[in-house]
């Protein structure tokens, strides 16, 4: 079974950097659809960015286009989101979650991805 575990998150000036790491076990991620989303308090789950199984890179997002970036690391089966130049808008808990059917590809609805990690919070504030 595949397991994922958020971790990174914390309080960050605005401005500043972070990044998460989503780590995962049971399965290689290299064959599955990989997305972050985020949920800040009375919101709905959004997507953000997502890595397909081909490596391409899809941004749901506007708002973080040029500040945040997904990469993986196959050997590690680990996939990552830099986030810089903080705002405190995107204060949220973060996932990373994984598509499991095979070979699906990126979508930002958060039903379509059925293995999530357990969140991590992300603060932005000075």
């Known amino acids: 079974q595949l397991q994922l575990v958020d971790s990174g998150g914390g309080l960050v000036q605005p401005g500043g950097s972070l990044r998460l790491s989503c780590a995962a076990t049971?399965?290689?991620?290299?064959?599955?659809?990989i997305g972050w989303f985020r949920q800040a308090p009375g919101k709905e789950r959004e997507g953000i960015l997502c890595?397909?199984?081909?490596?391409?890179?899809?941004n749901f997002v506007d708002s973080v286009n040029g500040r945040f970036a997904i990469s993986r690391d196959n050997a590690k089966n680990t996939v990552y989101l830099q986030m810089n130049s903080l705002k405190p808008e995107d204060s949220a808990v973060y996932y990373c979650?994984?598509?499991?059917?095979?070979?699906?590809?990126?979508?930002?609805?958060?039903?379509?991805?059925?293995?999530w990690g357990q969140g991590t919070q992300v603060t932005v504030s000075s």
């Open positions: 890595s397909s199984m081909s490596g391409s890179v899809v």
């Open positions: 979650a994984a598509r499991t059917s095979l070979f699906r590809p990126c979508s930002p609805d958060p039903t379509d991805f059925d293995s």
């Open positions: 049971g399965y290689t991620l290299n064959y599955y659809a």
